[in-house]
């Protein structure tokens, strides 16, 4: 995992970013975000086996499994009844409703296309250890940190359609053999990480308002970012490069 500058608390006369400033702050984060990971840009580039693909896939199932669980502990931490409202609708994202399969269907339905059958990938027998320990200890920080942080922490989201975008631009010709309805997971999440970013930051840039707390939420969207990270580098040392 990559090593990264220790936090240094600011000096207590020190001037808050403005809104603008800290937002631009919170987004240059994007350079550790894990669509540079080696493993990523491997994946991406089409230089992934069969076996990679499947390994990736499995593991990631047991984040997007969590992200319910992560979203289910902010709203039982939130007290603002209108934060719920929305903040809610992204637990239907994942779990799905009515006529809406949603999010983690849709990734079942990506593990089917890459040669997983559905039993399998629920059954979480290939999910390595390191995935396993990184996943659960951002479920646990949302369920112990104040609510607005663990909403800060969400929003890695700034830099998710870009990924997507990626893998729907460049999947169908690297890998032809991946069933095409497999990738519905990627076309979805464009537009609902756009929506869910616009809701993250009123609230981020909100809440975080002195110098102090500026810098925690940079600190806190870092540590996501390591999350992401190290989940790749557990699947990278299981099917090297």
């Known amino acids: 995992m990559k090593m990264n500058a220790p936090f240094t608390l600011p000096d207590a006369h020190e001037i808050p970013w403005t809104a603008n400033e800290f937002e631009s702050r919170l987004r240059a984060l994007e350079s550790r975000y894990h669509i540079h990971h080696p493993f990523n840009r491997m994946l991406n580039s089409g230089r992934c086996s069969p076996a990679q693909i499947r390994g990736w896939v499995a593991n990631r199932f047991y984040y997007q499994i969590n992200i319910p669980l992560k979203d289910a502990a902010i709203l ?36 089917e296309a890459v040669g997983i059958d559905r039993d399998t990938l629920w059954s979480q027998r290939n999910v390595l250890p390191g995935v396993r320990f990184a996943v659960d200890a951002y479920v646990n920080f949302a369920r112990r940190a104040p609510w607005q942080e663990a909403v800060c922490s969400s929003l890695t989201e700034m830099f998710a359609p870009q990924i997507h975008l990626d893998r729907l631009a460049g999947w169908p010709s690297h890998y032809p053999w991946i069933e095409s309805q497999g990738l519905g997971y990627f076309r979805s999440r464009v537009p609902l990480a756009q929506r869910d970013v616009e809701h993250g930051l009123e609230v981020t840039l909100g809440h975080f308002r002195t110098a102090a707390e500026q810098r925690r939420a940079v600190e806190i969207l870092q540590f996501k970012l390591d999350i992401l990270w190290s989940i790749l580098d557990a699947v990278e040392k299981a099917w090297p490069i």
Not at 82 to 103: F, K, P, S, Y
């Open 76 to 111: 039982s931490n939130c007290p603002d009844r209108e934060t719920r409202r929305r903040w809610i609708q992204r637990l239907v994202d994942h779990d799905g409703q009515g006529a809406n399969e949603g999010g983690i269907e849709a990734w079942v339905r990506l593990g």
